[in-house]
Structure formats: C-alpha cells, structure tokens
C-alpha cells in the first residue's frame, strides 16, 4: 500500500512540487516582505525557521485528505476491503507515504532556511530531537486529515475541512511571540498544540524564541510530545472506526 501512494508520485510529479514549494515560498515571504519574529531579540530568521518548520509538519494535509476522498469515491477502498490484506493497511501506507513525503518537506525546508541565513547551534544530537519532535506532530496531524477526510467523503468537500486548519497554524508563535500579543491572545497562542512544537524546536536547534517564563514554554518540549500523542490518541482509533464502518 505504501508502494502504491509512492508510485503516484512519479505519476504527479507537479503535485508533489507544489506541495514542496508553497511552505518554501511561505517562508521567504515572510522573511523578505511580511517580516517575522516580532518580539523576540535576536535574528529574526532563526526565530521563523523553526516556526516554519513546524507551520510545515501542519499545512500540507490537503494531499492526503484528497487522495482518501478519491479512493473512497472511485471505490477503490471497497475493492481493498474486500482483498485478504490486515484492515488497517490502506490507512498505514497512506500515513507512510505521507512521513515519507513529510521528510523530504523537512530536508528541502532546512535548506532553504540555510540559504537566509538560519542555523542550528546545540549539537547533532539536539538537532535530530527536533526533527523528530515535528514528525510526531505531523504524524498526530496526518490521523487529523484521514479522518476528516473520510468524514468528509467528498473531494469538494476537503476545501471546506482544510480551512479549518488555517487557524490553528496561524493562532500560533510561528510568526511572533506570544509577549507582543494581548494577554489574553498571548496565553491562547502558547498553549496550541503547534507552538508548543515550535518553541521546544526552538530550544533544541539553540534558536531565539524558546522559554518566556510561562508554564506552557517553560515546559514545551513536554508540551511538544504530550499534544501530538493525546491527538494521535483520539484520531487514531476514530479514523480506525470509521475506516471500519465503510460501505455497512
């Protein structure tokens, strides 16, 4: 099943580009026209790198719901419910596919931040925990997008779904820190999910941004492993259901 999703890869190609430049062209907007970091001391682009590459491991979750809502359209998932495969393979390789691709986004997305000038500076070692830390969060996300996808049915439908992913990318400390906000905002913005990702990555890459005194990025890094594991908690098994529940 993996293999399948890999080989539509090579058989939309622009699709794939598309989904690896539009975070590249986010970036590069707001480091060269929008501006980002805004209150925080230090290199701006050190504090929206890792931002952004936690914006990234969110946004791109459209590819996955379409391509669930096309096979359910075209039958396609009745004809592999109906094979002798484990019931859960059509979900798991979809989900492989994305890591996979979700990699490439990460690799392709440090080396642009490279290029403008973002860089790590505690340790290999520190660096892979950040890594992984972003792929857990885009793991909890992925069983977010297969779900609602299979909620949603339809592939006109997906647009509607993935607007609802827009709010929580950008009520976030991606751009800006929580201390230039309203208090009130500031506090709603530290405890999403994403910027707990965010600022534990921050800490770990020795990036501007991290700990501010509060609670939620005191304890990031805690934060950062609890959300995306109590999301995969409660997605998980009802993408499993409803995957279960097709076609009765």
Do not use: C
């Amino acid at each position: 099943m993996t293999r399948r999703e890999l080989a539509h890869w090579a058989r939309q190609p622009v699709a794939v580009v598309v989904g690896l430049a539009f975070p590249v062209m986010l970036l590069l907007m707001f480091t060269y026209l929008v501006g980002g970091g805004r209150g925080v001391a230090g290199d701006p682009t050190e504090y929206l790198v890792p931002g952004m590459l936690a914006l990234t491991m969110a946004f791109g979750l459209e590819s996955t719901m379409l391509a669930v809502t096309q096979d359910l359209g075209k039958g396609v998932i009745d004809r592999f419910r109906s094979l002798p495969m484990v019931p859960g393979a059509v979900l798991v390789g979809r989900s492989a596919a994305d890591m996979l691709q979700s990699m490439a986004a990460l690799a392709v997305m440090a080396g642009v931040g490279y290029a403008v000038g973002w860089r790590w500076h505690n340790g290999t070692a520190a660096a892979l925990g950040a890594v992984g830390l972003l792929l857990l969060l885009r793991f909890a996300m992925l069983w977010v997008g297969i779900h609602l996808a299979m909620v949603a049915g339809r592939p006109e439908l997906v647009q509607a779904v993935q607007i609802l992913v827009w709010p929580v990318g950008f009520l976030s400390n991606v751009f800006a820190s929580p201390a230039s906000m309203p208090g009130w905002l500031g506090t709603v913005v530290e405890w999403n999910p994403m910027s707990a990702t965010a600022t534990a990555v921050r800490e770990l890459f020795g990036n501007p941004g991290g700990a501010t005194g509060s609670w939620a990025a005191e304890h990031a890094q805690l934060l950062a492993i609890l959300w995306p594991v109590a999301i995969i908690a409660v997605f998980f098994p009802l993408a499993v259901g409803k995957f279960a529940r097709l076609s009765r």
